[in-house]
């Protein structure tokens, strides 16, 4: 079973609208972290957002948040007033204690394009 | 300024040889990563170490090796044994063992096998 399920492998939209990139996750672990990475053309990964597992709020950073529905395993990125700018791949992550060490997984992405 | 190198940023490789990915970091984090990137997919794990003279395998690390004799340096060897080893592969190390404050990559490799 997939650990990091990203459905959309392309998003469209608008300058200045918001847009929600999907992320669901599989864990039994208690204790996980939840990550959103962006990947510019030029190949570095940026950290977005964290969320904690246990994190009673939803974590915010600027225009980025992170909707995070424990029971539904779900930890979307939604991002609001779009800039061109935005226009990258977009990686979900999820951090799990594995044999003593953490560990982490990526999604396969979902490429954002926003449209002037 | 703080932060990861990885050289080179473009290799080439002739069928048969091995050949080292060099990472180094200035940030004074513990943990270091290697992950391995195909076209239009995700990271996946080759091998992390969490403090000096210890790593673990991740999930593809067949064809690989890797040491960490310093904290600052984490090299990867791609060996012969690595089939299909033309991919961009990315570096990263973490603040602290729970990766709370994310990953910080360098600017990544590009191998190609000629």
């Known amino acids: 079973a997939q650990k990091i399920t990203q459905t959309q492998p392309g998003m469209f939209v608008q300058e200045k609208e918001a847009v929600t990139l999907d992320c669901t996750y599989d864990t039994s672990d208690p204790s996980y972290g939840l990550f959103w990475y962006k990947q510019p053309s030029s190949g570095e990964m940026i950290f977005l957002i964290y969320q904690g597992s246990y994190d009673q709020q939803n974590a915010t950073e600027g225009r980025y948040s992170l909707n995070f529905q424990k029971a539904r395993k779900s930890a979307n990125l939604v991002i609001s007033a779009s800039q061109l700018g935005d226009s990258a791949m977009y990686f979900c992550a999820m951090r799990e204690e594995y044999g003593g060490y953490q560990k982490v997984t990526f999604g396969t992405g979902t490429k954002l394009q926003v449209i002037p | 300024d703080g932060g990861i190198t990885q050289s080179p940023k473009y290799l080439f490789r002739k069928e048969g040889q091995n050949v080292t990915l060099s990472c180094e970091q200035n940030l004074n984090h513990d943990a270091m990563y290697w992950y391995r990137q195909d076209p239009g997919q995700g990271l996946r794990l080759i091998y992390y170490?969490?403090?000096?003279?210890?790593?673990q395998k991740g999930d593809i690390a067949e064809g690989y090796s890797v040491s960490r004799e310093k904290k600052e340096s984490f090299p990867l060897t791609v060996t012969s044994a690595q089939k299909n080893p033309t991919a961009f592969y990315l570096c990263?190390?973490?603040?602290?063992?729970?990766?709370?404050?994310?990953?910080?990559f360098g600017s990544g490799t590009r191998l190609t096998v000629v």
């Open positions: 990263a190390s973490s603040i602290d063992l729970r990766g709370l404050y994310g990953y910080t």
């Open positions: 170490s969490q403090i000096v003279n210890d790593f």
